[in-house]
């Protein structure tokens, strides 16, 4: 795919099908492209401006994609290309039970992973696949469902995993209930697991939910239930069941203080579940959410012809004229590393081994710190991750705190 890192992949469409193929560029674009671009991340539906993340790399992996498929159509093209060493990255199911849509990626790695894939199943006939696949040492890593809560139909793609994941399924959000996802997602975080994928399907009027949640071992900070609040009369479960623009108000104060969308679906009610972590993609990344369909075709047009993947799309909704899309594109999901630097007048080794410890060993986010004496106070360091765009900031922002006597710094959150 590259030809002296001057070739990239460009999407096109072929009847209603999402692919890639390379094309070559100029030198003088090429390096625009590489070197030049480059702005802070903003997410923005049709009506918003469109910004570019992050410089981009020379090309993408090869991949595929489709949307608004039949089962058969899907499962086909599934067949086509897993036997040219295609996986799925992402995978959608909405629409009705009883003719389901799908949307799918699959990208060719060089090393290709074995997968087992479900689509249409029942909640009954998911409980026996995840069953047998767990007991051959495969576990889940996209779960995703349409129709009601008290009959929904689940797809899935498992991949060799030790542990097996954390999966629920049925659901509620019913804070305290210990069947809801607020509980799951607390046993989680007491086990140092973090939510890598989740289905939001039924309705407003019954939500339901099910996830897979996998170990934490980067220690990431992350949010999902934020709690309920009021709106125009309105119940509002931020980060569960946010409407369109609470899940805009969501993603700007999570972005805000540096935290990105890990993951975000939705259900048939246009409610938005969201996953924020404190970590960066290399890469930046672009996010998309309240898409018809024709608009998440402009948005992958637009954005992997920069270099960027659909690394997630998701989509809900009754049939395809009510359906809504949600995604994030991003050129890479490789992370940045998480840098500890000290500076300042006054020394102190042991003092600086302990809190770079402590930081990575909680997964603090971004913060600096002081060390105080009782004739002086001197800034000595700060831990931080890069910044929008990948590069290190110039101050940590604006919750920066001092850890000096009598003035305790506030336990970390995890949103």
Not at 247 to 268: C, E, G, I, K
Request: charged share 15%.
């Amino acid at each position: 795919m590259c030809r002296l890192a001057l070739r990239r992949a460009a999407a096109v469409r072929v009847d209603g099908m999402l692919t890639n193929h390379p094309v070559l560029m100029s030198r003088r674009r090429a390096l625009c492209v590489l070197g030049v671009l480059g702005a802070e991340v903003a997410l923005a539906t049709s009506l918003q401006p469109v910004v570019l993340a992050q410089p981009q790399p020379a090309a993408l992996p090869p991949f595929v994609g489709w949307h608004d498929r039949t089962q058969a159509q899907h499962l086909a093209l599934r067949d086509q290309y897993v036997a040219q060493g295609f996986r799925f990255l992402s995978l959608s199911i909405y629409g009705a039970t009883s003719a389901p849509y799908y949307a799918a990626v699959m990208i060719q790695p060089k090393t290709p992973t074995t997968q087992h894939d479900y689509a249409g199943l029942s909640a009954a006939q998911w409980q026996a696949a995840f069953d047998a696949e767990a007991a051959q040492g495969y576990g889940p890593i996209i779960l995703t469902a349409t129709g009601p809560a008290s009959g929904p139909l689940f797809a899935a793609v498992f991949e060799p995993q030790s542990p097996i994941p954390l999966t629920r399924h049925g659901l509620n959000a019913t804070a305290g209930d210990p069947n809801s996802i607020q509980s799951l997602n607390a046993q989680a975080k007491s086990q140092n697991l973090i939510l890598r994928w989740a289905a939001s399907y039924g309705d407003a009027a019954a939500p339901a939910f099910a996830g897979i949640w996998v170990p934490n071992t980067a220690n990431t900070q992350w949010g999902n239930d934020s709690g309920s609040y009021n709106a125009g009369g309105q119940t509002v479960l931020s980060g569960l069941l946010d409407n369109v623009a609470s899940y805009q108000a969501r993603f700007d104060a999570q972005t805000s203080v540096w935290s990105r969308p890990h993951f975000v679906t939705l259900n048939a009610s246009s409610q938005y579940l969201s996953v924020f972590v404190d970590s960066w993609l290399a890469g930046g990344y672009q996010a998309r959410h309240d898409m018809s369909s024709a608009d998440y075709q402009s948005a992958f047009d637009t954005w992997t012809q920069q270099g960027y993947l659909p690394v997630c799309v998701q989509a809900a909704g009754s049939d395809l004229g009510s359906a809504r899309f949600s995604a994030i594109f991003a050129p890479t999901r490789d992370t940045v590393d998480k840098t500890f630097t000290a500076s300042g007048p006054v020394t102190n080794d042991k003092i600086d081994t302990a809190v770079r410890q402590a930081m990575h060993q909680y997964g603090v986010p971004t913060r600096r710190w002081a060390s105080c004496t009782a004739r002086n106070s001197s800034t000595r360091g700060a831990t931080r991750w890069p910044n929008r765009a990948g590069r290190p900031p110039s101050r940590p922002p604006a919750s920066a705190w001092r850890a000096c006597p009598r003035r305790p710094p506030p336990w970390p959150s995890s949103n």
